[in-house]
């Protein structure tokens, strides 16, 4: 079987205000800042407000991440995790169906 190899992929997204403020809320909560400072081994963190659709490999985006943000994959002072299917879920955003959000840390 053959991989298939994309050449072009817009993971361009916008998402509805209040959906945003609900999922922002949802990030930024004391709880799960707490528990993903702890998983990452840092004091705490601080959400950036970037999110990202993961995008398939291909010769631009060989990190699966769109290009500009690279530079956050690469540097040890930033976090990328994967948003909780939960919090997608309450707040009531589906697609994109999958997304990442970039923490600041602070040791």
């Given at each position: 079987?053959?991989?298939?190899?994309?050449?072009?992929?817009?993971?361009?997204?916008?998402?509805?205000?209040?959906?945003?403020?609900?999922?922002?809320?949802?990030?930024?909560?004391?709880?799960?800042?707490?528990?993903?400072?702890?998983?990452?081994?840092?004091?705490?963190?601080t959400?950036?407000?970037?999110?990202?659709?993961?995008?398939?490999?291909?010769?631009?985006?060989?990190?699966?991440?769109p290009?500009?943000?690279?530079?956050?994959?690469?540097?040890?002072?930033?976090?990328?995790?994967?948003?909780?299917?939960?919090?997608?879920?309450?707040a009531?955003?589906?697609?994109?169906?999958?997304?990442?959000?970039?923490?600041?840390?602070?040791?």
């Amino acid at each position: 079987m053959k991989i298939k190899v994309i050449e072009n992929f817009d993971g361009s997204f916008i998402l509805d205000p209040q959906a945003q403020s609900i999922l922002f809320g949802l990030l930024t909560g004391e709880k799960f800042l707490q528990q993903v400072a702890e998983q990452a081994n840092c004091q705490s963190l601080t959400f950036i407000e970037i999110l990202f659709q993961p995008v398939p490999y291909s010769p631009a985006t060989p990190k699966g991440m769109p290009a500009e943000i690279e530079q956050y994959h690469q540097s040890s002072e930033h976090l990328i995790i994967n948003v909780p299917p939960n919090f997608m879920f309450a707040a009531k955003i589906f697609q994109p169906s999958r997304l990442c959000a970039i923490y600041q840390k602070h040791t």
